[in-house]
C-alpha cells in the first residue's frame, strides 16, 4: 500500500510540475486531491488495511498530502508571477507619467484680484449693487439728463418694466452714498452692459471697476495721486500716466486717464483707462433728496470716483490685441495664463 501511495505522490508532483497554466494545475490538483482522485480513493482504503499497519499507513497518506498540497501552492505562485510578468512585458515603467491637464484663473479674474488687492491695501472697501438698474441710480442722480445720448434706446438695454441693464457701474456710487454716511471709500468691480456693435474692443457685456472717495477734506490731487500709485502698482514703477481733460455729467472736473503702451516692434501710444473726476456737488444733491437728509452736504463734503475697464486693463497688461478672446474660452489662449 504505502508503495502505490508512493507512486500516485511521484505522479501528482509531475503533473503539477508540467502544468503550464492555471487551469493545468487545477486539473492536476482535482485528479489528485479531488472526491475521485487518485490520493482520496487510495485513502478510503485505510479501512482494509491490517491493524498493524494502519499507523504507518495513514503517517505516508498525510505526509502524501502534505507533499502535493506545498507543491501546488508553490507552483500557482509561480504560475501567477510569470503572468504578471507577460502583462508588464513591452511597458517601461520608469517613463515619467502622464501629466493631467490643470485649470487656471482667467486673465480677467487675475487683473480683477490684483487691481482689488491694491485698491484694499489703500483703504478702500469693496461695494456691490444690481446688474438690473432703475433710471435713478444709473442715470438721474448721476447728474445725466433725459436726452443724454447714453439713456438712448439704441446704446442701452432696457426691460418693458423701465428698468435696464446698468450701462456701468457708476450706479453704486449712488447705491453706496443712499445706505452709509461719509465718508466713505470704495470700490466696486462688476459687470455693464452696452448696445455696442461687437468688435476687436467692443463687447455688450464687459467689465468695470468702480471707485468712490467721499470726506470732509479730499481734493484732486488726491484722486491724482491715488490713481498715479494704482496704475505703476499695477503695471510697473516706470509706467507713465496722464490725465486729459474730459466731460462726464457726474463729476467737475472730469479726466480721461491714459497709459502708455510700449510694446515690442511697436511705437509707444497711449490708451485709455479710466474715466474720474471730483464727485459733482449735483450727485451730493441727488443722493441727500434720496437719503431724506443733509449727510452729503457739498458744503461739507467733497469726493472722487474713477470708473476703469478691466478687460482693457487686461489687454494691455498682456499685450491682447482682440477682446473677443476674453469671453472665447479658447484654451489655446487660456492656457497662457497658467
Ligand atoms: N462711468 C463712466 C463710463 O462708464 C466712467 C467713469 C467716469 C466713472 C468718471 C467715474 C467717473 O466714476 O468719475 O464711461
Redesign the pocket.
Given at each position: 500500500m504505502n508503495e502505490s501511495i508512493g507512486t500516485i505522490q511521484t505522479a501528482a508532483l509531475a503533473q503539477i510540475a508540467a502544468a503550464a497554466c492555471e487551469r493545468a494545475l487545477e486539473d492536476a490538483r482535482v485528479a489528485v486531491l479531488g472526491k475521485k482522485g487518485t490520493l482520496t480513493l487510495a485513502g478510503a482504503a485505510i479501512k482494509d488495511v491490517p491493524p498493524a499497519e494502519k499507523a504507518a499507513f495513514g503517517q505516508s497518506l498525510n505526509a502524501a498530502r502534505t507533499a502535493i498540497t506545498a507543491a501546488l501552492t508553490e507552483k500557482q505562485l509561480a504560475l501567477r508571477e510569470a503572468a504578471d510578468r507577460a502583462a508588464l512585458a513591452g511597458i517601461d515603467s520608469t517613463l515619467p507619467a502622464r501629466a493631467l491637464p490643470v485649470g487656471s484663473l482667467h486673465p480677467l479674474t487675475l487683473i480683477r484680484d490684483q487691481a482689488i488687492g491694491i485698491l484694499r491695501r489703500m483703504g478702500f472697501a469693496l461695494a456691490d449693487g444690481p446688474e438690473i438698474e432703475d433710471e435713478f441710480h444709473c442715470f438721474d442722480a448721476?447728474n445725466t439728463p433725459a436726452d443724454h445720448p447714453a439713456r438712448n434706446e439704441k446704446d442701452t438695454f432696457y426691460f418693458e418694466s423701465g428698468k435696464l441693464l446698468r450701462?456701468?457701474?457708476?450706479s453704486v456710487?449712488i447705491r453706496t452714498m443712499e445706505t452709509q454716511p461719509p465718508p466713505v471709500r470704495i470700490i466696486a468691480p462688476g459687470s455693464?452692459y452696452r448696445r455696442d456693435e461687437i468688435d476687436a474692443t467692443h463687447l455688450s457685456a464687459f467689465n468695470?471697476l468702480?471707485?468712490?472717495a467721499v470726506g470732509p477734506d479730499i481734493s484732486l490731487p488726491d484722486l491724482k495721486g491715488t490713481l498715479e500709485y494704482f496704475l505703476r502698482e499695477l503695471f510697473g514703477t516706470k509706467t507713465e500716466v496722464r490725465f486729459r481733460p474730459?466731460f462726464?455729467p457726474?463729476?467737475e472736473p472730469?479726466?480721461?486717464i491714459d497709459v502708455k503702451l510700449t510694446v515690442k516692434g511697436q511705437a509707444p501710444r497711449w490708451i485709455e483707462v479710466?474715466?474720474?473726476?471730483m464727485?459733482d456737488p449735483a450727485v451730493f444733491d441727488a443722493v441727500n433728496r434720496s437719503r431724506k437728509d443733509n449727510a452729503y452736504d457739498p458744503d461739507k463734503v467733497t469726493g472722487?470716483?474713477?470708473?476703469?475697464?478691466l478687460d482693457r486693463l487686461a489687454m494691455i497688461r498682456w499685450g491682447i490685441k482682440d477682446i473677443r478672446l476674453l469671453i472665447e474660452n479658447d484654451t489655446r489662449f487660456l492656457r497662457q495664463f497658467a
Amino acid at each position: 500500500m504505502n508503495e502505490s501511495i508512493g507512486t500516485i505522490q511521484t505522479a501528482a508532483l509531475a503533473q503539477i510540475a508540467a502544468a503550464a497554466c492555471e487551469r493545468a494545475l487545477e486539473d492536476a490538483r482535482v485528479a489528485v486531491l479531488g472526491k475521485k482522485g487518485t490520493l482520496t480513493l487510495a485513502g478510503a482504503a485505510i479501512k482494509d488495511v491490517p491493524p498493524a499497519e494502519k499507523a504507518a499507513f495513514g503517517q505516508s497518506l498525510n505526509a502524501a498530502r502534505t507533499a502535493i498540497t506545498a507543491a501546488l501552492t508553490e507552483k500557482q505562485l509561480a504560475l501567477r508571477e510569470a503572468a504578471d510578468r507577460a502583462a508588464l512585458a513591452g511597458i517601461d515603467s520608469t517613463l515619467p507619467a502622464r501629466a493631467l491637464p490643470v485649470g487656471s484663473l482667467h486673465p480677467l479674474t487675475l487683473i480683477r484680484d490684483q487691481a482689488i488687492g491694491i485698491l484694499r491695501r489703500m483703504g478702500f472697501a469693496l461695494a456691490d449693487g444690481p446688474e438690473i438698474e432703475d433710471e435713478f441710480h444709473c442715470f438721474d442722480a448721476l447728474n445725466t439728463p433725459a436726452d443724454h445720448p447714453a439713456r438712448n434706446e439704441k446704446d442701452t438695454f432696457y426691460f418693458e418694466s423701465g428698468k435696464l441693464l446698468r450701462t456701468h457701474t457708476s450706479s453704486v456710487q449712488i447705491r453706496t452714498m443712499e445706505t452709509q454716511p461719509p465718508p466713505v471709500r470704495i470700490i466696486a468691480p462688476g459687470s455693464a452692459y452696452r448696445r455696442d456693435e461687437i468688435d476687436a474692443t467692443h463687447l455688450s457685456a464687459f467689465n468695470q471697476l468702480e471707485g468712490l472717495a467721499v470726506g470732509p477734506d479730499i481734493s484732486l490731487p488726491d484722486l491724482k495721486g491715488t490713481l498715479e500709485y494704482f496704475l505703476r502698482e499695477l503695471f510697473g514703477t516706470k509706467t507713465e500716466v496722464r490725465f486729459r481733460p474730459h466731460f462726464f455729467p457726474f463729476t467737475e472736473p472730469s479726466f480721461e486717464i491714459d497709459v502708455k503702451l510700449t510694446v515690442k516692434g511697436q511705437a509707444p501710444r497711449w490708451i485709455e483707462v479710466a474715466g474720474c473726476g471730483m464727485v459733482d456737488p449735483a450727485v451730493f444733491d441727488a443722493v441727500n433728496r434720496s437719503r431724506k437728509d443733509n449727510a452729503y452736504d457739498p458744503d461739507k463734503v467733497t469726493g472722487f470716483a474713477f470708473g476703469m475697464g478691466l478687460d482693457r486693463l487686461a489687454m494691455i497688461r498682456w499685450g491682447i490685441k482682440d477682446i473677443r478672446l476674453l469671453i472665447e474660452n479658447d484654451t489655446r489662449f487660456l492656457r497662457q495664463f497658467a
